[in-house]
C-alpha cells in the first residue's frame, strides 16, 4: 500500500523489532507494534519464517513505513524480484488487522513456495516460537 511518504509493510519475522534483519527496515516509522493478518506461519529451517494465506489461524507482526528504497532493500531480502519472475516470496497488497481496524499494506507470502513451509509455529507469533 502506498501512502504520501511510502509505502506500508507488515513484517512478521526477521524484520521486526531486535530481530537479525530488523537493521534492514533502517529508520523507518513504526506504524503499528501489533498487527495480525488470518494466515499459517512456518519456521522453513533456514533461520526466518514463511507465511501463506489462509482462513485460519493469526500470524502476528508489525506496520512499518517505508519509502521507495526501503522497498527496494526488503523485495532483496525477500527474493522477489518482480511479477511474473520466479520469486523466493510473493509480494502482494492484503489487509492487516491493527487495534484501529484493518489497513491495506504489503505482505510477502509463499503461497506459491511449499517447499519452505517446514513446521507450522502454532503461536503465529516468530518472537514466540
Known sequence: MNTERGHLVFVYGTLRKNECNAYVLGNAKCLS????????????????PAMTLVDSGNVFGEIYEVDADGLKKLDHLEGY?????????????YPVMTENGPIDVVIYTV???PSLCKKVIECGDWLKR
Do not use: C, M, Q, S
Not at 507494534?33 to 526466518?48: K, Q, S
Not at 524480484?81 to 497488497?93: A, D, F, Q, S, V
Open 33 to 48: 507494534e501489533h498487527a495480525w493478518v488470518l494466515g499459517t506461519l512456518f519456521d522453513t529451517g533456514y533461520g526466518y
Open 81 to 93: 524480484k518482480g511479477p511474473g519472475n520466479e520469486n523466493l516470496y510473493e509480494r502482494k497488497i
Open 111 to 113: 503461497d506459491h513456495n
